[in-house]
Structure formats: C-alpha cells, structure tokens
C-alpha cells in the first residue's frame, strides 16, 4: 500500500512520467482487488493537455498484461485511435496502427469477424504515407485478403510513389504456389488419418 500510495502522488506531481506510471502498474497488479492503475490513468493522466501517444501506450501495454481482457485492450486501442484529440497524435501514429492491426489478426478468434481488416483499412485512411502500414497486408494480413484486395493494396502503394522490391505477379506467383503446397499438404494428412 506504501509504495501504491507514493507511486500515485508521484503521478499527481508528474502525470506524463511514463516511468512512475510503469512502477505504479507494476505495484497496483500485486493488489488487484480493483483496478487502481486504470482509475489513475482515467482520472488524472489521460485528461486534458498531458495525453500524449506514450501514455496511451501504458494504457494498452497495462491492458495487455495480466488485468485485461481481449475486449478491454481493444477498448484501449480505440480510445488511442479513435476518441482522442488531434494535439494527441496517436490517431495518425503509424506504428500504433500497426500494432492494433497486429493485435486484431493474432486475437481474431475473440474479436468481430475481419475487425485487423478493417482495422488496416482505417489505419491506410488515417497514415497514407505509411508504407510499413500499407504492407501489413502483404505480411499481418495476407492469408485473409483476396487477391482483388491485394492487388488493390499494391496499386494504392504504387501511386504514392512508395517503392515496392517485389513485383505484384511475382508476389501472387508466389502465393499461389504456397496455396497448392497448403492444400498439397492438407491432402496427405487426411490421407494419413
């Protein structure tokens, strides 16, 4: 209770520290009766002028640690993404979106069907500039796009210019080949059973 107590006033005193708001996260989960980081960064961090991208970041890292839940760390990924104010900037941080992107492919099951999908689609909205984001769907995202979308994907990329290594025939070769060895392979172990 000591160190929690000391811990929140540190944060009363410097509520951007992104520091004393790990420390505090880390003291807080010992005592989990309720969730007194979430409340802290509710009530005196993430208001007003101090909000910034690191700090919505503490939100969802706590989030993804043990106190929450799919749901609750897509709710801080949304509250970043969606419900703050521009002198924030975490809606047009590239890096967050591909994150949330990430997040969403790898809890699909928990998740509203195609949510990383339209996920990146917001995102590509929101950072066209991002060629790291616009390739989350040649990476992250590839086994769940169609091919229509894919090609639409590279044509967007072309026209802003940014350069691609791999030509789009030589990529869907590619992925066609990988498909035929799937199902290749797929044969032989319901052959095997």
């Not at 160190?3 to 009363?12: A, G, K, T, Y």
């Not at 951007?16 to 807080?28: I, K, Y």
């Not at 801080?76 to 992107?101: H, I, K, N, P, Q």
């Not at 492919?105 to 995102?123: C, E, I, M, N």
Request: with cysteine.
């Amino acid at each position: 209770m000591y160190l929690s107590d000391q811990f929140r006033r540190c944060i009363q005193l410097f509520p951007t520290n992104v520091n004393f708001l790990a420390l505090f996260d880390w003291v807080a989960s010992n005592l989990r009766i309720d969730d007194k980081f979430r409340n802290v960064l509710n009530d005196q961090v993430l208001i007003g002028n101090q909000d910034s991208v690191a700090l919505r970041v503490c939100a969802i890292t706590h989030e993804l640690g043990a106190s929450g839940s799919t749901y609750s760390t897509a709710a801080a990924f949304s509250r970043a993404l969606f419900d703050t104010s521009e002198a924030v900037g975490s809606s047009s941080s590239a890096w967050l979106w591909t994150c949330y992107v990430r997040f969403c492919q790898a809890r699909a099951g928990g998740l509203p069907k195609d949510s990383a999908k339209r996920a990146y689609y917001r995102g590509v909205g929101r950072c066209p500039w991002a060629k790291g984001l616009a390739m989350e769907a040649f990476t992250t995202l590839v086994r769940g796009m169609t091919s229509a979308e894919l090609k639409a994907g590279y044509s967007s990329v072309e026209v802003k210019g940014l350069r691609i290594h791999v030509g789009m025939e030589e990529f869907m070769e590619r992925r066609k080949l990988e498909k035929e060895k799937e199902r290749e392979r797929q044969r032989h172990r319901e052959k095997g059973r």
